[in-house]
């Protein structure tokens, strides 16, 4: 079983419309992250969030993307208008530990459908 | 940029039989690697991982090999089994915020 929950698993929606995918890790881990994969493609990176502030992000997270864990548990993203090319699955990953050499655990993720 | 290759996009073997999956990466100042398996419609889990400090690391049917003179490494699955079946990634750790960079992955294909 993946150590973190990610809901819904699949989420469709029409262009244009916001949507809200969510991730519930272990709580008191520090270290939080979401990486897309495009259907045949590689896994990249969007994001890293650390002590409740974004650590990182890459030129894919533009403003239509925010993250947030707003109850200190549930880790959300959220895309404000998306697009046909958000259509991917989205994975939640953590950081067991705060050691730098750590492996991050990804979820099994959620399959966004943009028509 | 850092960039992260795959020597074999695909590998196709008999069952029983042992499987070596190859990654090149790019940045000389990575220094911690893993080694995901991705199966269909599910999350990337890890597999092993390695410091850079050393050469070789072993775990259950699978030893991960790494050259950082030639900046490869190499992971081995002894006597593939069916379910080994998936798409294989390595994955550098070096830098900014221990994020990971992803190759395109290769996929294992076991033939029974």
């Known amino acids: 079983e993946p150590e973190v929950t990610q809901t819904p698993s699949h989420q469709v929606t029409q262009m244009g419309q916001e949507v809200i995918l969510r991730c519930v890790p272990i709580?008191?881990?520090?270290?939080f992250y979401w990486y897309r994969q495009i259907l045949g493609q590689k896994v990249e990176f969007l994001v890293s969030?650390?002590?409740?502030?974004?650590?990182?992000k890459s030129e894919i997270f533009d403003d239509q993307f925010s993250v947030e864990r707003p109850d200190g548990s549930n880790f959300t993203l959220k895309i404000r208008s998306t697009k046909l090319e958000d259509s991917a699955m989205y994975f939640c990953a953590r950081r067991r530990d705060s050691s730098y050499n750590s492996p991050l655990h990804f979820g099994n993720g959620t399959r966004l459908t943009v028509t | 940029g850092e960039s992260v290759g795959l020597h074999l996009p695909t590998l196709s073997v008999q069952e029983g039989d042992n499987s070596i999956i190859n990654c090149a990466y790019s940045n000389s100042a990575s220094d911690y690697f893993i080694w995901y398996k991705q199966e269909s419609g599910k999350g990337p889990q890890f597999i092993i991982d390695?410091?850079?400090?050393?050469d070789k690391r072993q775990g259950q049917r699978v030893t991960v090999l790494l050259n950082k003179t030639v900046k490869h490494l190499s992971l081995q699955i002894a006597a593939t089994q069916p379910g080994d079946s998936a798409v294989y990634f390595c994955a550098p750790d070096g830098g900014s915020n221990y994020k990971l960079t992803f190759g395109k992955g290769t996929l294992l294909t076991v033939n029974p």
């Open positions: 969030f650390y002590n409740n502030e974004i650590s990182e």
């Open positions: 390695i410091r850079s400090n050393m």
């Open positions: 709580s008191n881990h520090l270290y």
